[in-house]
Structure formats: C-alpha cells, structure tokens
C-alpha cells in the first residue's frame, strides 16, 4: 500500500521558517516525481512546487519562487519543502503528492498524502 504522510507543519510568525517533510512509501520512490500542494479554506487547491525524479529539475509557483525551496532526499524516501520568510497568505494545508512526471496540475499526481496544517500569523 502506497503512503505519504506529510509533517513538519504547524503556527509560525511572518517572515519565519519552516520545514515540511514527506515521507513515501510503498512504491519506488526514486521513479517518481514529487510536489506539493496548498490549499486554504475556501480556496482552490492551488500548485506550491515540484521535482522530478532525479532532484535534477524543480519547478515553484510564482507566489512561492524565491522563498520556498524543494528537494528530495531518495536515500530516505523523502521530499521537503523548505518555506521562508513565510506571509500570512502562506496559510493553508499542505500536501505532497508523487506522480510519473512533474506537473503543476494536480490532477497529474497517483498519490497524496492527508495533509499538515501551516499557519502563519501576522
């Protein structure tokens, strides 16, 4: 049975930091490519950022570029995301997902994880 579960979330003042984690199992996790995912409440599921298989490539949404940073570690099956100089609009919950190839559409992803929850305050 595949697995994601997602940790690391939690309340943080603006302009801090935090690091999210994913940990993949039950599939091969160095064939997959990864990414995360945000929703708010009342809000779209909207695309953070992604990598693909090798850790080679990564890809971040315009709202995130320059302050989130994606990477992979495939020796413990397991994908981050580093949030800096974090703003209240970042408030949302975040889930990782691993697909066949990267995408910013979240339809493109086989599996998801439940989510953690980021909340950041003002």
């Known amino acids: 049975q595949v697995q994601l579960v997602e940790s690391g979330g939690g309340l943080v003042q603006a302009g801090g930091s935090l690091r999210l984690s994913c940990a993949v199992s039950?599939?091969?996790?160095?064939?997959?490519?990864m990414g995360w995912f945000r929703q708010a409440p009342g809000k779209e599921r909207e695309f953070a950022a992604s990598?693909?298989?090798?850790?080679?490539?990564?890809f971040y949404a315009d709202s995130v570029k320059g302050r989130f940073t994606i990477y992979r570690d495939n020796a413990k099956n397991t994908v981050y995301l580093q949030m800096n100089r974090l703003k209240s609009e970042d408030t949302a919950a975040y889930y990782c997902?691993?697909?066949?190839?990267?995408?910013?559409?979240?339809?493109?992803?086989?599996?998801w994880g439940q989510g953690t929850q980021v909340t950041v305050s003002s």
């Open positions: 039950g599939l091969t996790f160095s064939s997959y490519a």
């Open positions: 990598i693909n298989f090798s850790g080679r490539s990564t």
């Open positions: 997902a691993a697909g066949s190839r990267t995408s910013m559409r979240a339809d493109a992803y086989d599996y």
